[in-house]
């Protein structure tokens, strides 16, 4: 396989039609059978696959280029999300403007070339899958909350916690899912499943949720002054599910079709097996 081919068949499976902006192959490969993948792959990972006779590093996040650069204009698919959960598409759009700001300016001045000048100079073939590995996991987690709560109205955060650890990559983390703002006794309501689309939107996005008739809001990681301001809002609750365990559960399904298509796939850097 080559490194095309891989990248497709990550977007076939998050049912993405072209490379997302937080996603790319810095060093293209060809006849790839050995594969090392983690969730954070940047140099010393590099040398690492180089020692072990690998022909391909994929990292989960961006280290490299433009994939970095531009991580701030990912964000934009997080509006089509709000507007399936019933936020006017005018609103989604103003309460994602200052977090996507933050991001453009914190990226401006990052060394962008550092982990790719490396790849290239060791001959490593080098890609990451961000969105389209976030994806696999929003879809994933989302369904399986779905069918838990199905004929359920009076589910509470404590059903939501034992749901979430049915899963095996949530099951065997040691930071897996916490509660975060609310209590186990507190009534779910609707669940919306927030893990793809760059990076938490911040509170005005969770509050849009919120005001839209959203209940609880399940994630990957939220920042302090987030937790605080929706703590202050009193109005929806807050389900951290883990960071390295929810990027996992994408890439371990993403992983099980590069084994299928007879690749030897090295977990590292964060993935739970």
Same mark, same amino acid.
């Given at each position: 396989?080559?490194?095309?081919?891989?990248?497709?068949?990550?977007?076939?499976?998050?049912?993405? &039609?072209?490379?997302?902006?937080?996603?790319? %192959?810095?060093?293209?490969?060809?006849?790839?059978?050995?594969?090392?993948?983690?969730?954070?792959?940047?140099?010393?990972?590099?040398?690492?696959? $180089?020692?072990?006779?690998?022909?391909?590093?994929?990292?989960?996040?961006?280290?490299? =280029?433009?994939?970095?650069?531009?991580?701030?204009?990912?964000?934009?698919?997080?509006?089509?999300?709000?507007?399936?959960?019933?936020?006017?598409?005018?609103?989604? &759009?103003? @309460?994602?403007?200052? $977090?996507?700001?933050?991001?453009? *300016?914190?990226?401006?001045?990052?060394?962008?070339? $550092?982990? *790719?000048? @490396?790849?290239?100079?060791?001959?490593?073939?080098?890609?990451?899958?961000? !969105?389209?590995?976030?994806?696999? #996991?929003?879809?994933?987690? &989302?369904?399986?909350?779905?069918? $838990?709560?199905?004929?359920?109205?009076?589910? #509470?955060?404590?059903?939501?916690?034992?749901?979430?650890?049915? %899963?095996?990559?949530?099951?065997? #983390?040691?930071?897996?899912?916490?509660? *975060?703002?609310?209590?186990?006794?507190?009534? /779910?309501?609707?669940? @919306?499943? !927030?893990?793809?689309? =760059? #990076?938490?939107?911040?509170?005005?996005?969770?509050? /849009?949720?919120?005001?839209?008739?959203? =209940?609880?809001?399940?994630?990957?990681?939220?920042?302090?002054?987030?937790?605080?301001?929706?703590?202050? &809002?009193?109005? =929806?609750?807050?389900?951290?599910?883990?960071?390295?365990?929810?990027?996992?559960?994408?890439?371990? %399904?993403?992983?099980?079709?590069?084994?299928?298509?007879?690749?030897?796939?090295?977990?590292?850097?964060?993935?739970?097996?």
């Amino acid at each position: 396989m080559n490194t095309t081919e891989i990248m497709n068949i990550a977007l076939e499976l998050a049912g993405l &039609q072209e490379i997302p902006w937080d996603s790319g %192959i810095s060093v293209e490969g060809n006849d790839i059978k050995k594969v090392l993948i983690g969730i954070d792959m940047e140099t010393p990972e590099l040398l690492l696959a $180089k020692e072990l006779g690998m022909d391909l590093v994929i990292s989960h996040h961006p280290h490299t =280029g433009e994939q970095e650069v531009y991580f701030h204009k990912v964000m934009a698919v997080q509006i089509d999300k709000m507007v399936e959960f019933g936020v006017p598409i005018n609103k989604a &759009q103003k @309460a994602l403007k200052k $977090k996507i700001g933050i991001l453009e *300016r914190a990226s401006h001045g990052k060394n962008y070339d $550092k982990v *790719r000048s @490396a790849a290239k100079l060791l001959k490593m073939p080098y890609m990451n899958i961000h !969105l389209p590995a976030d994806i696999i #996991t929003e879809k994933f987690v &989302q369904n399986h909350i779905n069918e $838990k709560i199905k004929g359920h109205p009076k589910a #509470t955060l404590k059903d939501l916690m034992e749901y979430l650890n049915e %899963i095996h990559e949530y099951r065997h #983390t040691p930071a897996g899912p916490v509660i *975060r703002v609310g209590s186990e006794g507190d009534y /779910a309501g609707k669940v @919306a499943v !927030l893990m793809a689309g =760059g #990076t938490n939107g911040g509170a005005d996005v969770f509050k /849009a949720y919120f005001e839209a008739g959203v =209940g609880t809001i399940i994630c990957m990681h939220v920042p302090d002054d987030v937790r605080e301001e929706v703590e202050k &809002q009193n109005i =929806g609750n807050v389900i951290v599910a883990g960071h390295m365990a929810s990027d996992s559960i994408g890439l371990n %399904i993403f992983i099980r079709e590069l084994e299928k298509r007879g690749l030897e796939v090295i977990r590292m850097s964060g993935i739970i097996e």
